[in-house]
């Protein structure tokens, strides 16, 4: 028979571990965070958001497991860091790189009217798109100049 009580307090010592791995880890996550530079977070491609939730996941492995100990949670964080400084090193230095690892924005629609195939490339619909036309402003698709599919997934709209 299931002991319920444990689903709600095993004991003290884990409360305890808790607390100062996980304030060491937060503190240790920023550091590496500090110094890796702005970008380590932003979401600017897939690659970036890959990262950024990996890097929240390990967090968690650390702070929830007790098999994870501190420092490989730490050599973890400095890992992925480490990974997406180099991914972005390459990208930026060498263009065919940088093709290779984030996708190309993409025209959903130019002057009024619906680029039908890069919708469906895209697995977008109309109404989609009509909805970003809506948040920026804009009443109708013949108010806008282009709406474009950027690489971070997020839909520009120039009006």
């Keep these: 028979m299931m002991d319920f009580s444990e689903m709600f ?3 003290a010592e884990a409360l305890v571990r808790t ?10 996550l920023i550091f590496f965070l500090r110094i890796s530079g702005k970008r380590t977070l932003a979401k600017l491609n897939a690659f970036d ?3 950024t939730v990996a890097l929240g996941s390990t967090l968690s492995s650390v702070l929830l ?6 420092a490989e949670g730490a050599v973890a964080f400095a890992f992925l860091i480490s990974a997406q400084y180099v991914i972005t090193f390459g990208s930026v230095h060498w263009r065919s790189f ?3 690892i984030r996708a190309e924005p993409s025209l959903l629609a130019h002057d009024g009217v619906f680029c ?3 919708l469906t490339r895209q697995r977008l619909t109309k109404d989609e798109v009509m909805s970003a036309v809506r948040a920026s402003g804009a009443d109708s698709l013949d108010q806008v100049r282009n709406v474009v ?3 971070d997934g ?3 709209v120039v009006k």
């Excluded at 607390?19 to 240790?28: D, F, H, M, N, S």
């Excluded at 497991?65 to 501190?70: G, H, T, V, Y």
Aim: proline fraction near 0%; glycine fraction near 2%; hydrophobic fraction near 45%.
């Design 9 to 11: 307090y095993q004991n």
């Design 49 to 51: 958001l890959v990262v």
């Design 65 to 70: 497991q007790e098999s994870i100990a501190l």
């Design 98 to 100: 940088a093709r290779m």
């Design 19 to 28: 607390l100062i791995v996980g304030t060491l880890a937060y503190i240790t």
């Design 154 to 156: 997020s839909i520009s």
């Design 149 to 151: 599919l950027e690489s």
């Design 116 to 118: 039908e195939e890069t």
